[in-house]
């Protein structure tokens, strides 16, 4: 079985502009969070999809925002990056909702300049 | 807030020996506690969970221990090995809620 696939692992971008990240969750699962890593930050909720509706958020600006297609690929999307918006940010899915056990992918690491 | 701390930035220990990593929460809703290992370049994998019912898990050489009234998780490894040496993440939820994570442990195992 395909784990958690993120793409592209890495992106460089500019103050002011807007990125998007992609995520394929493990066949069958139906749940899909993101996650923040910024080092001694730990992993920060960003938000939660199940069934394309989101079903829990984080404490993140507005400019974070994401989306569920019908086959439970997430895309999560940041507006007028931010320098401080430098970090991994990590999808993680699951068979039914982000209170049980997670699988993660590798990540995409994210440098605005 | 940082309902999950892990307060231990590192710890090094020999190969052999025990490793104790240590958590602390504030939430005494959560009742679902996990611990995740991971590598550079790679995301979280799991590792071990205890549910609020139990106060011990074991799964080969990594024990977790849950304390209900300190409100305190550990992870135990023995014996430590080299390939051990990643940074461990203690997570704990609440039903329908998200996972909170602590800031992670970097666990050095020397040989």
């Known amino acids: 079985k395909a784990g958690v696939t993120q793409t592209p692992r890495y992106l460089i971008k500019t103050r002011g502009q807007q990125v998007t990240l992609s995520c394929s969750p493990i066949?069958?699962?139906?749940?899909v969070s993101w996650y923040q890593q910024t080092p001694g930050q730990g992993l920060q909720f960003l938000f939660e999809y199940f069934s394309e509706t989101q079903r829990n958020k984080g404490n993140f600006p507005g400019r974070f925002s994401g989306r569920q297609f019908s086959n439970s690929r997430s895309e999560m999307n940041v507006s007028t990056l931010e320098l401080g918006d430098s970090a991994l940010y990590l999808c993680?899915?699951?068979?039914?909702?982000?209170?049980?056990?997670?699988?993660f992918g590798s990540g995409t690491q994210l440098s605005v300049l | 807030d940082q309902q999950v701390k892990q307060n231990s930035p590192s710890l090094s220990v020999q190969e052999g020996r025990i490793s104790i990593l240590n958590c602390d929460y504030t939430n005494s809703m959560f009742d679902y506690f996990l611990w995740y290992k991971k590598y550079p370049a790679e995301g979280p994998t799991f590792l071990i969970s205890i549910s609020s019912i139990k106060d011990k898990n074991e799964d080969g050489r990594f024990t977790v221990f849950l304390n209900k009234s300190a409100k305190h998780l550990s992870l135990h490894i023995v014996p430590s090995q080299p390939g051990d040496s990643a940074v461990y993440f203690c997570?704990?939820?609440?039903?329908?809620?998200?996972?909170?994570f602590g800031a992670g442990t970097r666990l050095t195992v020397k040989p």
């Open positions: 993680a899915s699951s068979l039914e909702g982000v209170d049980e056990k997670l699988f």
């Open positions: 066949s069958g699962h139906r749940s």
């Open positions: 997570a704990a939820s609440a039903k329908n809620n998200d996972m909170r």
